[in-house]
């Protein structure tokens, strides 16, 4: 396993060379939110993670809104992906998000060559029928406050493929409280994760 944090641009610049040098392995950075919104520290945050030998994830935090527009609009501001990104998708809202998931990871899917995981707390994973995201391939990143880097029920998923177990984690290089996970796996697993064999090479 490795471990790693999520920021957005509340945590306005990060140092990442001294979170690379603190043993964090990578990094997912929020990207864009609905239709509206791209994170203004997304550019500079992703070209400096890069540089400091992070493996760098972006994410969109879903609104509910059209899928396909908030697809097209994540997809558009995440442009080509670097070798060895890899994608998110936050849903946090009320709704039903099982559908409107599907239709989210397949437009992304579609437009990028990658399958994004989903990020969901733990009632939302117990209260639906996740079971087309699962057939789908897209992994759980699962919110657990536990402040353990051991791994929680992931079921219907066979396998946990990462956990946010802090939200009050500290950093060097990074001011204030942070959002701290790991992932399961090594870091060439995590940048190669979801990606489709040859996609855009």
């Given at each position: ?161 990462m956990k946010q177990y802090s939200r009050t984690g500290t950093v ?30």
């Amino acid at each position: 396993m490795i471990l790693g944090c999520d920021v957005s641009s509340w945590q306005g610049a990060p140092d990442f060379g001294a979170v690379r040098g603190s043993g964090r392995e990578f990094v997912v950075l929020k990207a864009t939110e609905g239709t509206s919104l791209v994170d203004p520290r997304v550019v500079g945050s992703r070209g400096r993670a890069h540089a400091a030998g992070l493996v760098v994830g972006l994410y969109h935090f879903a609104r509910a809104g059209d899928p396909a527009a908030e697809a097209a609009w994540f997809a558009a501001a995440a442009g080509e992906l670097a070798e060895g990104e890899f994608v998110c998708l936050d849903w946090e809202v009320p709704g039903d998000p099982v559908g409107w998931c599907c239709a989210w990871l397949a437009a992304v899917e579609d437009r990028l060559g990658v399958r994004a995981m989903v990020y969901l707390n733990q009632s939302l994973r117990d209260g639906h029928d996740w079971t087309p995201v699962v057939a789908g391939g897209h992994g759980l990143w699962l919110a657990g406050y536990d402040g353990s880097t051991d791994p929680l029920p992931a079921d219907p998923w066979p396998v946990l493929a990462m956990k946010q177990y802090s939200r009050t984690g500290t950093v060097p290089g990074i001011a204030g409280p942070v959002d701290l996970d790991v992932f399961y796996g090594d870091a060439g697993q995590l940048r190669a994760y979801g990606r489709a064999p040859g996609f855009g090479r």
